[in-house]
């Protein structure tokens, strides 16, 4: 099936900085989500994407969808010690409403 | 309040005893899933539902069943569970995509 592939893998950033990841894939994608997980609970949508070269804001998050459909990228400005956790991105596939999620990034802000 | 909720939270069983983890939402999505989700692995849909009667496989869906009787409920039913199936398991609801999550259910199958 399709995978998604995210960098870092993890990233341990000093609070005030600015944060940014991304998501690629070898296939094509209609929407692009990103979500964050906090140990203990399920993911919360951050951002949604759905036309290629879209750029969302979210407070301090930003996600764009890039132009060849192939990847999307988060950034964090300014990251505080709650924005701790793991930033997953998801597609969707072409074929369906088959949502394929990528390994995630897992994020540590140190004071 | 918006919610997803599964029941149980935990549960701990034996290979081939039948469980089913019940997911709800009361926001009237048409679209449900059910993800499992493994260290290194990320989130892998096993089942979706656009609406009531209709559901689809997503990448990993040997060994489990799906319902959608009404619009609220999407029930993931594990026949026969072995210990591969041990894993974290989330239901979603969304318009068209995953936007809500419940909390996880945490099987083991010994």
């Known amino acids: 099936g399709q995978q998604l592939n995210q960098s870092p893998q993890s990233m341990f950033i000093q609070e005030g900085e600015d944060v940014s990841m991304n998501c690629t894939s070898s296939s094509i994608f209609n929407t692009w989500l990103w979500y964050k997980q906090e140990p203990g609970e399920g993911p919360v949508l951050l951002i949604a994407?759905?036309?290629?070269?879209e750029l969302t804001s979210n407070g301090r998050l930003t996600a764009q969808f890039g132009i060849t459909r192939k990847d999307s990228f988060l950034n964090i400005s300014a990251s505080i010690p709650s924005d701790v956790g793991i930033y997953f991105c998801a597609g969707l596939d072409n074929y369906g409403q088959n949502f394929v999620f990528g390994p995630g990034t897992r994020l540590s802000v140190l004071p | 309040e918006a919610q997803v909720t599964q029941n149980p939270r935990y549960l701990i069983t034996v290979t081939g005893k039948k469980l089913t983890v019940t997911c709800s939402q009361n926001m009237n999505h048409e679209y449900m899933s059910w993800y499992r989700q493994d260290p290194g692995l990320g989130l892998r849909q096993i089942y979706y539902?656009?609406?009531?009667?209709?559901?689809d496989k997503g990448d990993v869906p040997e060994g489990y069943k799906v319902s959608r009787k009404e619009k609220r409920n999407f029930p993931l039913i594990l026949e026969s569970p072995s210990p591969n199936q041990t894993s974290l398991y989330f239901c979603a609801s969304g318009g068209e995509e995953p936007q809500h999550f419940g909390d996880g259910t945490r099987l083991s199958i010994l």
């Open positions: 539902s656009m609406n009531v009667e209709v559901t």
């Open positions: 994407l759905y036309k290629a070269g």
